[in-house]
């Protein structure tokens, strides 16, 4: 039977495991920080740690990091969110106890060497400046910070080049102190390795690590206003995002709320915005939907690339998808057809150990106890058309949709 098991460190760092027969194991510590945890001169910071922390150890230079597991066909990876920062690593069984020690080394034992500062630098400017090439990407992050205005959490993960630039060492060290909290991480594991073994090797690497617990409280976001802005850009394509803002629901309504992203413009090619704009009228190459819970909020979208004749036609075809799910209750049919289709591609998508992995780490930051996919499933199937008629009604509602558009210079 499928199931996860629970240990805690006693400085507070959690452990969720779960043993699948598999040659491999992922590991992953994932902290609870994030760019919404940035102070107002700090923005960029959490990503630039993300970076930095792989560059020097107090005993490894940079190539002895990078080479520790990749030496032995292992593979170590990071990313930093809104909300968190995951350092994680894949290695054949027999490696992990390396992947383990190598994970507490770099986030907890790293230099942060001046000079090593300065070249991450570039390396970051690179990637700011290869996603300003990229209005399919930007256009994400420049609507959340429209929606989240005066908010931390709208800020951009990658900083600006101004912020990146005044980056020192006692500014990464002042934000670790004040952020990467030991009762606010989580250690996740997916492998072949028995529960009891796994703990006695983390506590190996994590128990000495001194206990910090976290002293404040996240800003909740309010005061939310519409807004409807253009841009003129150098693109090739017009882009569109429309989308708002929602509260952090309990279990059933997310659950509800995914059902609904995913039956209007989810990964399925049969998707209502996608037969509707694409594969009847081909005004667009590509559009979709998205739902994204954060700690204390969430966030709906919708994004479309087209030609910029179809600009508009292409707004009143969302807008017209969302007025029959606001106004049409799903059929028997129709709601079996979309539970099933939602049911297949969590199953598939959590095929992947490294996959389940991340999100158990995330969920087990929030959760006491984080449910096992046939428990998620098994609450799908008893949602109820008049359940997702009442989210349509919530989370497609016109008049608190906001919009941003990309048109040709």
Same mark, same amino acid.
């Given at each position: 039977?499928?199931?996860?098991?629970?240990?805690?460190?006693?400085?507070?760092?959690?452990?969720?495991?779960?043993?699948?027969?598999?040659?491999?194991?992922?590991?992953?510590?994932?902290?609870?920080?994030?760019?919404?945890?940035?102070?107002?001169?700090?923005?960029?910071?959490?990503?630039?740690?993300?970076?930095?922390?792989?560059?020097?150890?107090?005993?490894?230079?940079?190539?002895?990091?990078?080479?520790?597991?990749?030496?032995?066909?292992?593979?170590?990876?990071?990313?930093?969110?809104?909300?968190?920062?995951?350092?994680?690593?894949?290695?054949?069984?027999?490696?992990?106890?390396?992947?383990?020690?190598?994970?507490?080394?770099?986030?907890?034992?790293?230099?942060?060497?001046?000079?090593?500062?300065?070249?991450?630098?570039?390396?970051?400017?690179?990637?700011?400046?290869?996603?300003?090439?990229?209005?399919?990407?930007?256009?994400?992050?420049?609507? =959340?910070?429209?929606?989240?205005?005066?908010?931390?959490?709208?800020?951009?993960?990658?900083?600006?080049?101004?912020?990146?630039?005044?980056?020192?060492?006692?500014?990464?060290?002042?934000?670790?102190?004040?952020?990467?909290?030991?009762?606010?991480?989580?250690?996740?594991?997916?492998?072949?390795?028995?529960?009891?073994?796994?703990?006695?090797?983390?506590?190996?690497?994590?128990?000495?690590?001194?206990?910090?617990?976290?002293?404040?409280?996240?800003?909740?976001?309010?005061?939310?206003?519409?807004?409807?802005?253009?841009?003129?850009?150098?693109?090739?394509?017009?882009?569109?995002?429309?989308?708002?803002?929602?509260?952090?629901?309990?279990?059933?309504?997310?659950?509800?709320?995914?059902?609904?992203?995913?039956?209007?413009?989810?990964?399925?090619?049969?998707?209502?915005?996608?037969?509707?704009?694409?594969?009847?009228?081909?005004?667009?190459?590509?559009?979709?939907?998205?739902?994204?819970?954060?700690?204390?909020?969430?966030?709906?979208?919708?994004?479309?690339?087209?030609?910029?004749?179809?600009?508009?036609?292409?707004?009143?075809?969302?807008?017209?998808?969302?007025?029959?799910?606001?106004?049409?209750?799903?059929?028997?049919?129709?709601?079996?057809?979309?539970?099933?289709?939602?049911?297949?591609?969590?199953?598939?998508?959590?095929?992947?150990?490294?996959?389940?992995?991340?999100?158990?780490?995330?969920?087990?930051?929030?959760?006491?106890?984080?449910?096992?996919?046939?428990?998620?499933?098994?609450?799908?199937?008893?949602?109820?058309?008049?359940?997702?008629?009442?989210?349509?009604? =919530?989370?497609?509602?016109?008049?608190?949709?906001?919009?941003?558009?990309?048109?040709?210079?």
């Amino acid at each position: 039977m499928e199931k996860y098991n629970y240990f805690q460190l006693n400085n507070g760092i959690k452990v969720i495991h779960k043993e699948v027969d598999s040659n491999v194991t992922h590991v992953g510590l994932v902290v609870n920080t994030g760019t919404r945890d940035e102070l107002p001169d700090e923005n960029g910071i959490a990503h630039f740690i993300e970076h930095t922390i792989f560059k020097s150890t107090q005993k490894r230079n940079t190539y002895q990091v990078l080479s520790y597991l990749e030496n032995v066909g292992g593979d170590v990876n990071a990313y930093t969110t809104k909300e968190e920062t995951f350092f994680y690593a894949s290695v054949l069984n027999r490696y992990f106890d390396r992947a383990l020690e190598l994970l507490s080394d770099i986030v907890f034992h790293a230099a942060f060497h001046e000079k090593d500062l300065e070249t991450e630098k570039e390396v970051v400017m690179e990637e700011i400046n290869s996603y300003k090439d990229n209005p399919a990407e930007l256009i994400f992050d420049e609507f =959340e910070n429209q929606i989240f205005a005066g908010h931390p959490l709208g800020t951009f993960i990658l900083g600006t080049p101004k912020s990146v630039r005044k980056f020192h060492r006692e500014n990464i060290l002042s934000f670790i102190r004040r952020t990467y909290h030991t009762d606010q991480m989580v250690i996740a594991v997916v492998g072949n390795l028995p529960f009891k073994k796994c703990i006695r090797e983390i506590q190996q690497h994590f128990e000495l690590v001194p206990e910090r617990l976290r002293q404040f409280q996240r800003q909740p976001f309010q005061n939310y206003q519409v807004q409807h802005i253009q841009k003129r850009i150098r693109t090739n394509q017009a882009h569109l995002i429309i989308g708002c803002p929602l509260p952090r629901y309990e279990e059933r309504k997310h659950l509800t709320a995914s059902l609904l992203n995913n039956l209007l413009g989810g990964p399925g090619l049969n998707t209502r915005l996608n037969m509707a704009i694409r594969e009847k009228k081909g005004y667009v190459y590509s559009i979709e939907s998205a739902y994204a819970a954060l700690s204390d909020a969430s966030l709906f979208t919708v994004y479309a690339g087209m030609d910029e004749k179809n600009f508009e036609k292409c707004n009143e075809l969302i807008l017209k998808e969302f007025k029959k799910l606001r106004e049409q209750k799903l059929g028997t049919l129709q709601l079996q057809r979309a539970k099933l289709q939602l049911i297949g591609q969590t199953c598939i998508s959590n095929e992947s150990n490294v996959t389940e992995m991340l999100s158990i780490g995330k969920n087990h930051l929030i959760y006491k106890e984080v449910e096992t996919i046939p428990e998620l499933l098994e609450k799908v199937g008893t949602i109820t058309a008049e359940e997702v008629l009442e989210m349509a009604n =919530e989370m497609l509602r016109e008049e608190r949709l906001s919009r941003l558009a990309y048109l040709k210079k």
